[in-house]
């Protein structure tokens, strides 16, 4: 009796192997592969054929003497935005959590707002806005100051530091703000008794021990800034600044034969000082375990009241927010019916028309991209959630050396930048039927992405006790049967949330999308970007919006369903 129980209480060894290869082939495929493939790229003579070996496309970019530059621009840019993105989140979270800062209840969704705004689209609203011959902001700022230019100019580095910060702030209130939650308020308390004011405090207590985790917000703003490239290419190539993508892109998309193993040489750089951060970052979080100041006994974190400062931060924090949301947002939809950049006036009113909606509603290509992208974003999300349950699963449930090493393999495409692992994606499959298809895009973008779905289902299945496992084991249940029937009703919730942070990151995604598509595979993203080579901004803002539509539609439709769903376990 003894012994048939314990036979049941696991899966049989066989399965649990068989799981776990088969789990560490997959992920190793959609990660690894691309990898190792973009370093033999970068050793070849050209696209789709492996060798014969030469260093000859490193010695061609690394004697370019524009080089220098690039990486001269790719370290301030990185750096500056990631900073800014840092303080601005960091500054937030403080606000948010520990302040009595008005409408608290509203500034903890709005921060996560701008995560589902397509960068690309964030940057040509900025660009209709500061454009420094037409820019809206800027017509009216030349005729409130009587200047005759400028007086913005969003073509430079500095334009660049600026939208990538903003489009960053998400990223690190996300990582400080749990950090400022769980905080003894003890420690702030002994402080003050021993006289210290509100500055000494902040200086040297309250932010010492959230270091970590601000360090560590950084750092993930560093890895993004440096795999960014809708800000880039859209802002710093007619301001005549490069970074290492957008010289990539360059390298590959410009003349009659890109050289794609030059631009696996770039590649292979970036994506090593990717991983090397990716290492740093998580040995910062784990280091965040040594400042731990919340115990087994109740705490709760102090409020510091404001005082006469309360209203004017408030209204400091809800002007960053309009800038940050709905200035754009509103950019969009008034340049989507004008035929070009036009301040608000009588002639404006003149000129509306849906012409630009009757075009892009009419387009076979943006149709087209329509299609692809609907696709990416639902089938594509949900494979990546079927995926991620039985690696989430595995290396939550299964200690071992392998499950370790399926964990590593999965959380390294956080240091894949999309247009890096594009261009491995493209040498991986070039010689496969794949290749040039919206099937490749799905490929790469479950590869890319796999982590966004495999760290929220690791949350949930944490929270599951195996005693549920093992009563279903016992009762006869078999391991799959368990696992479908007992372990995955309960993680529904975060499967629902994993799939929708997926798809609308997918319905975004511009870098992948950038380098793997082809005529026949275009993605709205792809077809925002060549309408504003083109300058028509009115295009570009008609089919901007219906990509936020489709994001909305997504999350509306996730919403439901989970809804629905939940009823029904809830009635079983």
């Not at 935005?81 to 989140?89: I, P």
């Not at 690190?172 to 702030?188: G, H, Q, R």
């Not at 400091?316 to 950019?331: D, E, K, N, S």
Request: proline share 6%; charged share 10%.
């Amino acid at each position: 009796m003894v012994q048939g129980h314990s036979s049941l209480k696991l899966p049989p060894i066989f399965m649990k192997r068989l799981l776990i290869f088969g789990l560490i082939l997959i992920v190793s495929l959609l990660t690894l592969g691309p990898a190792v493939m973009l370093l033999l790229g970068s050793f070849s003579q050209r696209l789709g054929r492996i060798g014969p070996f030469t260093t000859a496309k490193y010695v061609a970019v690394y004697t370019d003497p524009l080089f220098p530059r690039i990486i001269g621009n790719t370290l301030i840019f990185v750096l500056s935005s990631s900073m800014l993105a840092t303080v601005l989140g960091t500054a937030l979270a403080f606000l948010n959590v520990r302040t009595d800062i008005p409408g608290k209840g509203l500034f903890q969704v709005l921060p996560l707002v701008p995560m589902m705004f397509p960068h690309v689209l964030f940057a040509a609203a900025w660009i209709m806005l500061l454009n420094p011959s037409n820019g809206l902001i800027n017509v009216w700022l030349r005729s409130l100051f009587r200047v005759s230019s400028g007086p913005i100019n969003i073509y430079s580095l500095g334009g660049m530091i600026f939208l990538e910060g903003l489009l960053d702030v998400p990223v690190t209130f996300m990582v400080v703000a749990p950090a400022m939650f769980s905080f003894d308020p003890t420690l702030e308390e002994a402080a003050r008794v021993s006289g210290a004011g509100f500055g000494p405090v902040l200086r040297r207590v309250t932010l010492p021990l959230v270091r970590p985790a601000v360090l560590a917000a950084f750092m993930l703003a560093v890895i993004r800034s440096l795999a960014a490239f809708a800000v880039p290419q859209m802002i710093g190539i007619p301001g005549r600044v490069q970074i290492l993508t957008t010289y990539i892109y360059r390298i590959i998309s410009i003349g009659w034969s890109p050289d794609y193993g030059r631009a696996a040489a770039v590649g292979v750089l970036v994506l090593a000082v990717a991983l090397i951060l990716v290492y740093v970052y998580r040995s910062l979080t784990a280091e965040s375990e040594k400042f731990v100041t919340v115990t087994g006994k109740g705490y709760r974190p102090r409020v510091i009241k404001l005082g006469l400062a309360r209203y004017p931060l408030f209204l400091g924090v809800l002007v960053f927010f309009l800038i940050l949301v709905v200035l754009p947002l509103a950019v969009l939809v008034y340049m989507s019916f004008l035929p070009y950049v036009v301040p608000p006036s009588a002639k404006a009113w003149e000129l509306f028309s849906v012409a630009n909606w009757v075009y892009v509603l009419s387009d076979p290509i943006a149709g087209r991209a329509l299609r692809n992208t609907v696709i990416l974003a639902i089938v594509g999300a949900t494979a990546a959630v079927l995926l991620s349950l039985f690696v989430a699963y595995v290396v939550t449930r299964i200690r071992s050396s392998l499950t370790a090493l399926l964990d590593s393999l999965t959380f390294m495409s956080y240091a894949f930048p999309g247009l890096i692992i594009g261009i491995g994606f493209m040498w991986f499959l070039v010689r496969t039927p794949l290749y040039g298809t919206v099937w490749a895009l799905l490929l790469a973008y479950v590869g890319t992405y796999l982590p966004y779905g495999v760290r929220p289902l690791g949350s949930a299945f944490f929270q599951i006790h195996k005693d549920l496992e093992d009563s279903g084991r016992v009762c006869g249940a078999s391991f799959l049967g368990t696992f479908w029937r007992i372990v995955v009703p309960l993680v529904v919730p975060g499967a629902f949330a994993a799939w929708t942070l997926l798809a609308t990151m997918f319905v975004r995604e511009l870098s992948v999308a950038a380098v793997l598509a082809r005529p026949g595979s275009e993605v709205l993203s792809v077809q925002v970007l060549k309408y504003a080579y083109d300058g028509l901004w009115g295009r570009v803002s008609a089919l901007g919006i219906i990509m936020i539509l489709l994001s909305t539609a997504l999350v509306a439709l996730a919403s439901g369903t989970r809804r629905l769903v939940g009823r029904n376990l809830r009635q079983d």
